[in-house]
Nanobody
């Protein structure tokens, strides 16, 4: 059983940067693909980015490509989401998720474990 705890959310202005962290415990972190999803008020949860267990492969939603970067530190059992040039439409609760395979895609059904989420609010 893998436990995931997100941190790093907050209130920022448009154009600012923020880095989210997700600390994992209870499993072999390096054997899980990791991803970030987000859910805005009144909307369905949507995919943001995913990274393979080695960190060698990544994939991003079009809406964040070029602005967000997903990375991981297997020695620290942590996955990160660096968010630059934030926009008000990035406002959401951000969740990290884990899948017990080398690489997973953009569907939330592919992920077995989820964190509790961290709020990101971007003001205009």
């Amino acid at each position: 059983q893998v436990q995931l705890v997100e941190s790093g959310g907050g209130l920022v202005q448009a154009g600012d940067s923020l880095r989210l962290s997700c600390a994992a415990s209870g499993g072999i972190f390096s054997s899980y693909a990791m991803a970030w999803f987000r859910q805005a008020p009144g909307k369905e949860r949507e995919f943001v980015a995913t990274i393979s267990w080695s960190g060698g492969s990544t994939f991003y939603a079009d809406s964040v490509k070029g602005r967000f970067t997903i990375s991981r530190d297997n020695a620290k059992n942590t996955v990160y989401l660096q968010m630059n040039s934030l926009k008000p439409e990035d406002t959401a609760v951000y969740y990290c998720a884990a899948a017990p395979r080398y690489y997973s895609g953009s569907y939330d059904s592919e992920y077995d474990y989820w964190g509790q989420g961290t709020q990101v609010t971007v003001s205009s």
